[in-house]
């Protein structure tokens, strides 16, 4: 994606430094755009975890390079085995709902052990950080094509009139590496003069809607309105919503959808009012281990200041401010699981399926076996 007119990708190399990894601090956004400079596990982790850098593609990137400063530090240890599982444990703490950052770590663990000495294991996890993040980024790209066509038929049946989208938190460009999942499809149908409009769900507490996907549609020339989360139920009552794509960051093989909070409830109010419900995500946020996400997928719980703080931009410098009552105790349950029978469909690399498992396996037979049944 451009920003400024300069491509960027979510993370990357510093040029001329293999020992810097860049990421875009979120935080940040929109009122400053601040590029940080990470050097170690710790400092990784801490990025995940206080979300510099968030989104399933992006946090799987983030661990898939994690890994790679795991494998420097640890040729720094007597105990190069014991000293990287502990980094990798570290890692895999730090956002136990999104699956593609337990898939990335083990996934290059699995790569390491080929290497027959320490230089050889530190380029393996070098090239293995890469190939996630060169993957994820083409398997956003083929969301959106495939995307696209239900957009294209929409707008067909609307006579060329804007294809109204709902949203919800940012499943774009900044929460992978590039293109984004759920804004895949509609950046496709803008490149390609089909007319959209996006209503963004601002994504209380933290507004990674009103902060982050508005300032990713501005940056395109996308057309939006952002909204307050609990107004999509009567847009769609009163016909002004065409369809709605969210993004995922853990659904099980049989299709719950493991989204940011709020997901269900926009599900809900598209199946009372027959408004077709998408979720679209790379293959490697699909948990195949998992079939009931309701009962199984574990529910990050974050710090209850993000609930009772607001943040916003205030005489020139991000400020917060207090919204609650200091004696009001604050839940802040950060993901929610919309049921498969709400999906009416899931966008993948590979094509559209329904949220069944059989529809899930038909575009990845190679899956079938070895799951839980």
Not at 53 to 71: K, Q
Not at 73 to 80: K, W
Not at 84 to 107: C, F
Not at 291 to 309: L, N
Request: with cysteine; proline share 3%.
């Amino acid at each position: 994606m451009k920003v400024d007119s300069k491509h960027y990708r979510t993370i990357w190399e510093k040029p001329g430094d293999r020992l810097t990894v860049q990421i875009i601090d979120q935080r940040q956004l929109p009122f400053k755009f601040v590029v940080e400079d990470i050097q170690t596990v710790e400092q990784m982790c801490v990025a995940i975890k206080e979300m510099h850098l968030r989104g399933a593609g992006l946090i799987g990137a983030a661990g898939g390079y994690g890994m790679y400063m795991a494998v420097l530090e640890a040729a720094q240890s007597a105990d190069f085995a014991g000293e990287l599982n502990g980094l990798a444990e570290q890692l895999n703490r730090t956002r136990p709902t999104a699956i593609n950052l337990s898939w990335a770590i083990e996934r290059q663990l699995v790569a390491i052990q080929a290497g027959s000495s320490v230089a050889e294991k530190v380029e393996i996890a070098l090239q293995t950080a890469r190939a996630i993040a060169d993957e994820d980024a083409q398997a956003c790209w083929k969301i959106g094509e495939h995307g696209l066509d239900i957009i294209r038929a929409i707008s067909e049946n609307k006579g060329g009139e804007a294809v109204n989208i709902l949203t919800h938190c940012n499943a774009g460009w900044l929460a992978f590496v590039d293109n984004g999942s759920a804004t895949a499809p509609i950046y496709a149908a803008h490149n390609h003069a089909i007319k959209v409009h996006v209503w963004v769900d601002e994504t209380r507490p933290r507004n990674q809607g009103a902060r982050l996907t508005a300032w990713e549609l501005g940056q395109e020339g996308v057309p939006h309105t952002v909204i307050a989360d609990n107004v999509g139920g009567h847009l769609m009552q009163h016909g002004l919503v065409d369809m709605v794509i969210v993004g995922s960051d853990r659904t099980t093989y049989t299709g719950d959808v493991g989204n940011k909070i709020g997901t269900y409830l926009k599900a809900l109010a598209a199946k009372d009012n027959d408004v077709p419900f998408y979720a679209a995500m790379p293959s490697s946020t699909i948990d195949w281990r998992t079939k009931d996400g309701v009962q199984s997928v574990p529910i990050e719980q974050r710090g209850a200041e993000e609930v009772e703080f607001a943040e916003g931009w205030l005489d020139g410098a991000i400020q917060q401010v207090r919204l609650t009552p200091e004696s009001s105790a604050a839940a802040n349950f950060a993901f929610d699981i919309t049921p498969a029978r709400l999906v009416t469909g899931m966008i993948t690399e590979r094509g559209i399926c329904q949220a069944k498992k059989e529809s899930v396996f038909e575009l990845f037979p190679e899956r079938r076996d070895g799951v839980n049944a």
